[in-house]
């Protein structure tokens, strides 16, 4: 392998910059020419290739976003569009890439690679924690310190005012940011989008035991959970529940920004060390994740698809602990 490429794809996430700085200081330590690629697939589309150096990535590992910024690419899910990028990654002999992203940016690679000589190295860049063969994903913890250090100041006015807040946090198809953050944040309850039940406990809480004679706290809401958005969970309150003062925050995008933990750096500096030597040992197609502390490839096909299960010991915890 005499050269390869890097690039971010869909949503951005904290420690993707410390990702491309290790992967582009790993391949130059082993005399391999790196190139960055700008905004994910489309720019391999349009050629927006450049050739990276040792200093190209100083001063970034404490960065959030990603400096070779990002984007989901139309273009690059039409043979044309690939056609193109296959090009232009050939005009320069790069036939190794690491990709960081998530579940699309894995889809696309298995398609690239399915139909151009291509061997892909896949790193898990994503703040829902959504991919199946990696304990956490880059840019998890970083987000889940940012819901956590938010609830902390909702927590002061509902305490004050003897309100209910109902939060919003991401997670479209997955409820890892919610069910953790609400865990580290005392929340009451966490709705997330793998169960039905929840609002109906909720509900059995909000009128029962010590919750009785209170009428403040916090219900962390994943954004995909299936009763509803937050405003619609706190109309439901409302109607249901006519003593407690409801109001809602959604978090929105400050979730995917902000210099990422000391445990998001070290996550993408192994992650990143690790692609590499992954390209020169010859594999592809597969994500590289840490499992139990060990590194672990998983096939894109099963990365993609799957995504681990909610803890039932972290589901039990935050019911426990919330009575
Ligand atoms: O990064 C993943 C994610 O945060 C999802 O949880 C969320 O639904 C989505 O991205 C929103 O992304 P965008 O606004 O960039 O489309």
Do not use: C, W
Not at 271 to 295: H, P, R, S, T, W
């Amino acid at each position: 392998m005499k050269s390869l490429a890097v690039f971010t794809s869909g949503g951005d996430s904290p420690g993707m910059n410390a990702t491309i700085r290790a992967v582009v200081r790993t391949a130059i330590s082993k005399e391999i020419k790196v190139y960055g690629i700008y905004d994910g697939y489309e720019g391999m589309i349009n050629n927006s290739i450049v050739e990276l150096n040792t200093k190209s990535v100083a001063n970034i590992i404490h960065k959030g976003g990603t400096f070779l910024r990002s984007s989901r690419s139309e273009a690059f899910k039409t043979k044309e569009g690939r056609r193109k990028a296959f090009d232009n990654l050939n005009t320069l002999n790069i036939k190794h890439i690491v990709a960081i992203g998530g579940d699309g940016t894995f889809a696309g690679a298995l398609e690239f690679s399915k139909e151009y000589p291509i061997s892909v190295v896949g790193l898990p860049g994503t703040i829902d924690n959504d991919l199946m063969g990696t304990d956490y994903t880059i840019g998890y913890d970083t987000a889940l310190n940012t819901v956590v250090d938010a609830v902390d100041k909702i927590r002061d006015t509902a305490n004050s005012h003897n309100r209910l807040f109902i939060v919003e946090v991401m997670g479209k198809d997955a409820g890892f940011v919610a069910l953790r953050s609400g865990i580290a944040s005392g929340a009451e309850a966490a709705l997330v989008p793998e169960t039905n039940i929840y609002t109906d406990t909720l509900f059995k809480k909000l009128k029962s035991g010590r919750r009785e004679d209170k009428t403040s706290g916090i219900v962390i809401v994943a954004e995909g959970n299936n009763s509803g958005g937050a405003y619609q969970i706190a109309d439901k309150i409302t109607q249901n529940y006519p003593n407690y003062e409801v109001r809602v925050t959604v978090l929105g995008h400050i979730q995917r920004g902000g210099n990422p933990s000391a445990y998001d750096r070290v996550l993408a500096s192994r992650l990143g060390f690790g692609a590499v030597n992954a390209l020169l040992d010859g594999k592809k197609n597969i994500m590289l994740g840490i499992l139990k502390g060990e590194y672990k490839y998983t096939p894109f096909e099963k990365s993609l698809k799957h995504h681990d299960k909610l803890s039932p010991y972290l589901l039990e915890l935050i019911s426990v602990l919330s009575s």
